[in-house]
């Protein structure tokens, strides 16, 4: 599928794009996590939209790979994402989200003022249970969970030119992806999840899915349990051998679950 940029912007010193791919049906929008890409979102978003009704929009976000994260001091992942769903050339139909960016899109869901959309679908997101206190432990174990994740990533993004280089090496890049994020990636993210606990999501009435991977922490076990509690609209899978990237890693599978809950929303019209 052939995918081009349709809109681009500015805000707050901050530049926001939208890529669009084939189709002519509602908009499904693809928001990718931190230190990642839209161009992640194309094998799974073409699996998925393959003979379907939904027409592909993949958001390019400030948290993308290689980005400063200045906005950090200024505004919110929610507030980001409102801005560039603006960039649409159509009304968002449902939301799909990975990691950092589900938990905006489900920022996004709790707001009063949310747009109107059809359902979302949350992969790999995180949810602090209200029990769950904010302590130097909570600090120390989500830094250490941050840190997995962006060598998950960079090993993903290297291929099989990862799994052929020594492991020395490849940990070297990895602690170079680590210095360039910085502290301020970080702070995104532990601000993201800390205040998941505080979202209203009894007030969203929006069909959910929610899909992680057993081996992936940010929802294991309690977690996933507390967040459907908080969330009565929101339903959730865990893929007994996914990881944090099982929608890059169990592409067919995943996009199969997500194919399956997509058939059971109303098609929005289109205006």
């Known amino acids: 599928m052939t995918w081009y940029p349709v809109g681009e912007t500015e805000y707050d010193g901050e530049r926001l794009a939208v890529h669009r791919g084939a189709g002519g049906g509602p908009a499904l929008v693809f928001v990718?996590?931190?230190?990642?890409?839209?161009?992640?979102?194309?094998?799974?978003?073409?699996?998925?939209?393959?003979?379907?009704?939904?027409?592909?929009?993949?958001?390019?976000?400030?948290?993308?790979?290689?980005?400063?994260?200045?906005?950090?001091?200024?505004?919110?992942?929610?507030?980001?994402?409102?801005?560039?769903?603006?960039?649409?050339?159509?009304?968002?139909?449902?939301?799909?989200?990975?990691?950092?960016?589900?938990?905006?899109?489900l920022e996004l869901l709790a707001a009063t003022d949310r747009p109107p959309v059809a359902g979302a679908v949350l992969l790999a997101p995180?949810?602090?249970?209200?029990?769950?206190?904010?302590?130097?432990?909570?600090?120390?174990?989500?830094?250490?969970?941050?840190?997995?994740?962006?060598?998950?990533?960079?090993?993903?993004?290297?291929?099989?030119?990862?799994?052929?280089?020594?492991?020395?090496?490849?940990?070297?890049?990895?602690?170079?992806?680590?210095?360039?994020?910085?502290?301020?990636?970080?702070?995104?993210?532990?601000?993201?999840?800390?205040?998941?606990?505080?979202l209203d999501l009894s007030a969203v009435r929006e069909p959910t899915l929610v899909v992680s991977g057993a081996l992936d922490p940010a929802l294991a076990g309690p977690r996933a349990d507390a967040l459907l509690r908080a969330m009565p609209s929101a339903t959730a899978h865990t893929r007994p051998d996914g990881g944090h990237f099982c929608h890059l890693e169990q592409v067919t599978e995943v996009a199969g679950e997500v194919r399956r809950f997509l058939a059971t929303l109303p098609v929005p019209t289109l205006v």
């Open 32 to 105: 990718h996590g931190l230190e990642d890409s839209w161009q992640t979102w194309r094998p799974f978003a073409n699996e998925l939209t393959a003979g379907s009704r939904w027409t592909p929009y993949a958001l390019d976000l400030p948290w993308r790979a290689g980005a400063d994260y200045g906005w950090v001091h200024r505004t919110g992942p929610s507030v980001l994402l409102r801005r560039a769903l603006e960039l649409l050339p159509q009304p968002p139909a449902v939301l799909v989200g990975h990691s950092f960016g589900a938990n905006g899109v």
């Open 126 to 198: 995180y949810f602090r249970p209200s029990d769950d206190p904010v302590t130097w432990q909570l600090f120390e174990r989500e830094l250490a969970r941050f840190r997995g994740v962006i060598g998950e990533g960079v090993r993903r993004r290297m291929g099989e030119r990862g799994r052929t280089l020594p492991t020395d090496l490849v940990g070297t890049v990895v602690a170079k992806a680590l210095d360039r994020v910085g502290p301020l990636g970080f702070v995104a993210l532990l601000r993201q999840f800390v205040t998941t606990a505080d």
